[in-house]
């Protein structure tokens, strides 16, 4: 996560310009990320500027990527970051600073790490009894390559701290980096980019990376649940907002609906349901925004959505059994096909049940103080319901010759967006306890929604 406005520098310049001085010394050929390009969106869609950066191949340069690729044949490129918003040269620089994001999170050295069984680093280990869990039919299906952890196999660790209190904390170096295997030792999860984050406040960092992984929580809930969201109704927030939005509206064939997806930790989410009705293959496009201004929040969907959108245009075909998806894009693109788009129907369907909500009521958590403020009331909060989070240091030599702090932020209580249809840790006991601490009605583990999760 990369919504960054910078600090420590000229109130003169413009936030655009100032991430721009920040981030030129590491852009090109001086450095591990490309100068970003804007995308525009098809015509006749309202849009917003959105812009990306790559890292390129980074196999050739870091030779534990290279091992990793070797070893399981993933793609070593096209680790994309990607920015948007009203102010074109901003997105563009956003999209710079979540390129190295990416770059951090594919950086590191063995010698960060130590090889032990979480029996022996006792107390001093992140405890895996409090990972998500797969349910009893995932278990049975081994195709997906992912294990329950147990406390009795060595495999690698790498040093992090407990939020709430800063505690050194060993954790699962797979947690952590975009391109890390072990020979022999079955994954925990697929590797995602959940909870990176990058900032040059390093409060905003922390902060930033916790509330991704809040967000994938309630994306991941409100699909397997089907939870019959609020529709929001936009009473507030900047003037392009409401023209962009007015956009969608004056065309028959295009929409842009907004919910509340705000569950039990208070901090405002959205969800975005983008629709081209007369599209075959992009009838249903889902974005999601979260923050502790509700306004801001409904923005951030608005743009994922469309960037979803742009980014699906450059992909292949999904495959055709279900099963098999394990991509990013791949789960997206099947569900987004006119052909299913009943399985929106709790959403946007014409006997959805969830009424409206106004935005500028969303969230019990409003935004007060400091980045740091608002990260210890948060932390303090998840604690109440039994959740621990952790930090890692993604930071390399180009981050921090920029003055960038980057982060890996791992809450194990809460449930994780999988990409991996054949692995959505359905044993998960989030996936039924939050529903029901909102008041939605709770939909048993044989009920749950079969569909691939469409978010990317």
Same mark, same amino acid.
């Given at each position: 996560?990369?919504?960054? @406005? ?62 990793? @690729? ?23 620089? +956003?999209?710079?600073? /979540?390129?190295? /994001? ?15 069984? %979480?029996?022996?680093? $006792? ?23 992912? %294990? ?43 590797? =995602? ?14 902060? =930033? ?10 994306? @991941? ?20 907002? &409401? ?9 028959? $064939? ?20 983008? !629709?081209? &009705?007369?599209? /075959? ?38 495959? @055709? ?9 791949? $789960? ?24 409206? +909500? ?14 740091? !403020? ?10 109440? %319901?039994?959740? /621990? ?33 054949? %692995? !959505? ?23 749950? =929604? ?7």
């Amino acid at each position: 996560m990369a919504n960054l @406005a910078p600090v420590g520098t000229s109130t003169q310049s413009s936030p655009a310009t100032a991430l721009r001085e920040r981030l030129s010394p590491i852009v090109g050929r001086l450095g591990p990320v490309t100068p970003p390009r804007r995308l525009p969106l098809p015509e006749g869609i309202p849009g917003l500027p959105i812009a990306s950066s790559s890292t390129g191949d980074v196999r050739w340069v870091l030779p534990e990527v290279a091992g990793f @690729a070797e070893r399981t044949g993933s793609q070593t490129t096209g680790l994309d970051g990607a920015g948007g918003g009203f102010d074109p040269d901003l997105a563009e620089w +956003v999209a710079v600073a /979540e390129a190295v /994001e990416r770059y951090c999170a594919t950086v590191y050295s063995r010698d960060q790490l130590i090889t032990a069984t %979480a029996d022996e680093l $006792g107390p001093e280990a992140l405890d895996l009894g409090t990972m998500p869990r797969l349910s009893d039919r995932e278990l049975a299906d081994e195709s997906h390559g992912i %294990a329950p952890a147990r406390k009795d196999v060595p495999r690698s660790w790498v040093r992090g701290v407990r939020l709430v209190d800063a505690r050194p904390t060993w954790i699962p170096a797979e947690l952590i980096w975009l391109c890390f295997s072990e020979p022999g030792v079955q994954r925990l999860s697929a590797p =995602n980019t959940t909870g990176c984050a990058i900032h040059s406040d390093p409060w905003q960092a922390l902060l =930033n990376g916790l509330l991704e992984v809040v967000e994938r929580d309630a994306i @991941a809930i409100v699909w397997r649940q089907r939870l019959p969201l609020p529709e929001i109704e936009v009473d507030s927030g900047p003037p392009e907002l &409401h023209e962009l939005l007015a956009g969608f509206r004056d065309d028959a $064939g295009l929409s842009m609906r907004l919910f509340d997806a705000t569950l039990d930790l208070g901090v405002p989410t959205v969800y975005a349901v983008y !629709q081209e &009705h007369r599209s /075959e293959r992009y009838h249903q496009v889902l974005g999601c925004g979260i923050s502790p201004s509700p306004e801001k929040a409904a923005m951030n969907a608005v743009r994922e959505a469309l960037s979803c959108r742009l980014a699906l245009e450059h992909h292949g075909d999904p495959p @055709a059994d279900p099963g098999l998806i394990r991509s990013t894009m791949d $789960g997206a693109l099947y569900m987004a096909k006119a052909e299913r788009a009943h399985a929106f129907d709790f959403l946007v369907g014409p006997k959805r049940t969830g009424g409206t +909500v106004a935005l500028s009521r969303l969230g019990s958590a409003a935004w007060q103080g400091s980045p740091k !403020q608002y990260l210890v009331r948060l932390l303090s909060r998840m604690r109440r %319901a039994g959740l /621990e989070s952790f930090a890692v240091d993604l930071g390399c030599d180009e981050s921090r010759e920029v003055g960038l702090t980057a982060v890996k932020v791992v809450v194990p209580g809460l449930q994780p967006l999988s990409f991996t249809h054949r %692995a !959505q840790f359905l044993g998960t006991p989030r996936l039924f306890d939050a529903p029901a601490a909102c008041g939605y009605p709770v939909h048993a583990p044989g009920d749950l =929604n079969p569909w691939p999760q469409p978010f990317a």
